[in-house]
């Protein structure tokens, strides 16, 4: 779940630079994350529309964090999806 997480952001100013999530290695979140990591290294056209759905998402939540998660999760559902279907 979301709370077996820990969460580090870096920020500059107001703007938030970096993220980084750890997880247990025992964790369907953490298996999640290294098969759609894998899946985008070997898919240029999946990890262009990554990249385009997550500038737009950031443009649409505006600085909210809840909001971004909220747009991004439905994406992100499918393209765990497909790496799925892939390996």
Do not use: C, Q
Not at 18 to 39: C, G, Q, W
């Amino acid at each position: 779940s979301f709370f077996s997480r820990m969460f580090f952001i870096k920020k500059y100013g107001t703007i938030l630079r970096f993220n980084i999530h750890l997880l247990p290695s025992k964790n369907t979140e953490f298996s999640d994350a290294v098969l759609l990591r894998n899946y985008l290294r070997n898919n240029k056209l999946a990890t262009k529309d990554y990249i385009k759905y997550k500038k737009r998402v950031i443009k649409l939540s505006k600085g909210n964090w809840e909001r971004y998660r909220k747009y991004k999760h439905p994406f992100m559902v499918k393209m765990i999806d497909e790496a799925r279907k892939a390996s």
